[in-house]
């Protein structure tokens, strides 16, 4: 199996534009969270799909966030008028009820940066 | 109130030396699973190690092992023989419910050195 990946690994960009991510989670896993990490911090769950719902999000999942996983396969996470409060790590993971202890396997992550 | 608490903000530890890693975790919920995962400099994180709260053994994978001491709510992560690979953050988590899809909670981490 090859893991979850993401792209682009690092994206720079002026406040106010939107930003689109890609995750690509290891196949046949139906479940896909998004997580954000900020610098010296741990990881911080945005949001949670399993197949093609979304079935939970974060409070910190303000209005301009929205995340998409139309075919249950890959997700994409944009960001609308970016701010720079948004420059963080942006960390997908994928798990499956296949494996007993469910356990969430990360990509490399995308690294955002808000001029 | 944090419900994952590394107190260790930076360990070092020479090669080949045993190392451990705390974590102690704060839940009302009788079931929760504990993980750790390794994020090197180049941000990917990787898993290491899952504890449930009603497995009977500390769960053990390679050269880590974790030491669950679940009446004093602890998880710490011992690392036997530390390459200078093993140099990395080091974070801890847990999942309450312990239940497919529920959001991992991690603690800050703690920075490994590892020197020959």
């Known amino acids: 199996d090859t893991g979850v990946s993401q792209d682009p690994r690092h994206k720079i960009t002026k406040r106010g534009q939107n930003v689109t991510f890609r995750c690509d989670p290891i196949s046949e896993h139906n479940r896909l969270y998004w997580y954000r990490q900020t610098l010296g911090q741990g990881p911080e769950f945005l949001t949670y799909?399993?197949?093609?719902?979304?079935?939970?999000k974060s409070r910190l999942l303000s209005d301009r966030f929205s995340a998409e996983r139309p075919k249950g396969s890959f997700s994409t996470l944009e960001i609308q008028r970016t701010e720079q409060g948004d420059s963080a790590m942006y960390l997908c993971?994928?798990?499956?009820?296949?494996?007993?202890?469910?356990?969430?396997?990360f990509g490399p992550g995308t690294r955002l940066t808000v001029l | 109130a944090q419900k994952i608490t590394q107190t260790q903000p930076g360990m070092f530890v020479q090669e080949k030396e045993a190392v451990t890693l705390d974590c102690t975790y704060d839940?009302?919920?009788?079931?929760?699973?504990l993980f750790w995962y390794k994020q090197p400099s180049s941000g990917e994180m990787i898993f290491l190690i899952y504890?449930?709260?009603?497995?009977?053994q500390n769960a053990t994978e390679g050269r880590y092992s974790l030491n669950f001491q679940k009446a004093r709510k602890s998880a710490n992560l011992v690392i036997s023989a530390s390459q200078l690979g093993d140099s990395a953050m080091y974070f801890c988590a847990m999942r309450e419910r312990n239940q497919a899809g529920t959001a991992l909670i991690f603690g800050k981490g703690t920075t490994l050195s590892v020197s020959s």
């Open positions: 839940t009302s919920d009788p079931s929760y699973g």
């Open positions: 799909f399993q197949n093609e719902a979304q079935l939970e």
């Open positions: 504890q449930g709260s009603y497995d009977q």
């Open positions: 993971a994928s798990s499956s009820n296949r494996e007993g202890t469910d356990t969430q396997y």
